[in-house]
């Protein structure tokens, strides 16, 4: 595997883990309706991969699979790309989760799931956290109600010790019917997180409706800021906006030529949390809350280049080669 390592991360520090919590799927991906590729997926899932590829190391996935050939492909796709499996629960009699997903003329994709939330699993398996570890997680598994008293538990103790705690809202369209149930959930998350990022797609689906457009600065001033005090609002590839109590700013992004978007957003929160890793591992600690705008940029840009490397294929990751210079 040919991969990047920074020696200032490694020598002389305890290690850092950057842990995520979140679900696993294999996404089958069409385009003009017809199969072009099926790579593993999963929002955090996505993320861990490319932090893997650029890290070789320091990663840890908490998640479940059905005990099945669909299990066994993901498992050994995460230890062949340096995530630890110690804590994957692998359910008997159960079927791993799938996708199907319907790229349109952009590239964007329309999703079909097919998933048993009722009866996932991750019985009590975490790993401890340290301070100065990073959690990564979100999406539908993080307010699941079935899974939610573990979860809880889980941040919770997470935020207690320190750790830096990185939250993508990531919210489907398929779950506006849970909104009611799952949204104290979500502010419960937020007022642990030391960053919430989402797309403004989320927020329109959460707070919003078609005949009524929210923006992000409205997002943040009513929904965000008495929970997590630092926002960052992607939007395709319009410019990404960033609140804090400080800063207010927006960072362009580039243009590019993509053949697919699925990992678009969940590799924009790799690129922010090999940045944050990279500071801690230097000695640094950020105060985000007071970091300046320059910080930021620094972070967002990571994520930026992360999510633009991997709009140009049908991964849902960056490559193995994939460079930080």
């Known amino acids: 595997m040919n991969t990047i390592k920074h020696p200032s991360l490694w020598e002389g520090l305890v290690r850092l883990m ?3 919590i979140g679900e696993t799927i294999l996404d089958i991906i069409f385009k003009n309706d017809q199969p072009v590729a099926a790579v593993p997926g999963g929002s955090t899932f996505n993320a861990l991969i490319s932090l893997g ?3 070789g190391g320091s990663v840890l996935f908490v998640t479940e699979v059905g005990n099945d050939h669909v299990g066994d492909i993901i498992v050994n796709f995460l230890a062949d790309n340096g ?6 629960n692998r359910r008997d009699n159960a079927k791993s989760h799938i996708s199907l997903a319907f790229l349109d003329e952009h590239n964007d994709a329309q999703y079909q799931f097919y998933k048993d939330h009722a ?3 991750i019985e009590n398996n ?3 956290v340290k301070k100065g570890d990073i959690v990564i997680f979100g999406s539908f598994f993080a307010v699941n109600p079935v899974l939610r008293p573990l ?3 889980f941040l919770e103790d997470a935020h207690k010790v320190g750790a830096f705690i990185y939250y993508d809202i990531n919210f489907r369209a398929s779950h506006i019917n849970d909104i009611p149930v799952i949204l104290p959930a979500i502010i419960e998350n937020m007022k642990m997180s030391s960053v919430v ?9 959460l707070y919003a409706s078609p005949e009524s457009p929210i923006t992000a600065a409205e997002v943040y001033e009513r929904y965000i800021k008495t929970h997590c005090p630092c926002f960052i609002c992607t939007n395709g590839g319009k410019p990404v906006e960033l609140f804090t109590p400080t800063v207010r700013a927006e960072f362009p992004t580039a243009p590019v030529k993509t053949v697919s978007t699925i990992g678009a957003g969940d590799n924009f929160n790799a690129g922010f949390v090999y940045g944050v890793y990279k500071a801690y591992g230097e000695g640094k600690e950020p105060a985000f809350e007071k970091m300046p705008v320059e910080a930021w940029q620094s972070l967002i840009a990571f994520g930026q280049r992360f999510s633009s490397a991997v709009c140009q294929s049908f991964n849902n990751y960056v490559d193995k080669d994939f460079r930080i210079s």
Do not use: C, H, M, W
Not at 83 to 88: A, G, I, L, N, R
Not at 197 to 205: A, I, N, P, T, V
């Open 83 to 88: 995530v630890s499996t110690d804590y994957v």
């Open 53 to 55: 590829r650029v890290l």
């Open 151 to 153: 979860v809880k538990a």
């Open 126 to 128: 975490f790993p401890e």
């Open 18 to 20: 950057i842990i995520g």
């Open 119 to 121: 009866n996932v699993s």
């Open 197 to 205: 990022r989402g797309s403004l797609e989320d927020f329109q689906y």
